[in-house]
Nanobody, 121 residues
Framework: VQLQASGGGLVQAGGSLRLSCTAS????????MAWYRKTPEKLTRELVA????????KYADSVKGRFTISRDDFKATAYLQMNTLKPEDTARYYCTAQIQPQDRSGVYEEWGEGTQVTVSS
């Protein structure tokens, strides 16, 4: 299974970006999908937003009202629409998905390589 993230880049404060994360490979079903981010200063990744099967979403307080997570199960893709970006949103953004393979052997958490988002002031 592979998760391919795209859509990062350099944007001015107040601008917008849309990240995409597409899963491919040995997939029977995808459960929760989420976006995390990490900066060099922090030891761990921060949960930005998640979306469950059925569409229930969760957001970090720091992005509520500015970011929107969604998913298209036919395309095996999650999106993160980021509006009103701030310099403190600068980070490498990683997508993750809980995936059940074709043999239904279990549910496994997969991670993508990440995409860099840089917001200039």
């Amino acid at each position: 299974v592979q998760l391919q993230a795209s859509g990062g880049g350099l944007v001015q404060a107040g601008g917008s970006l849309r990240l995409s994360c597409t899963a491919s490979g040995n997939i029977y079903q995808i459960f929760d999908m989420a976006w995390y981010r990490k900066t060099p200063e922090k030891l761990t990744r921060e949960l930005v937003a998640s979306v469950a099967v059925g569409g229930i979403t969760k957001y970090a307080d720091s992005v509520k009202g500015r970011f929107t997570i969604s998913r298209d199960d036919f395309k095996a893709t999650a999106y993160l629409q980021m509006n009103t970006l701030k310099p403190e949103d600068t980070a490498r953004y990683y997508c993750t998905a809980q995936i059940q393979p074709q043999d239904r052997s279990g549910v496994y958490e997969e991670w993508g390589e990440g995409t860099q988002v840089t917001v200039s002031s």
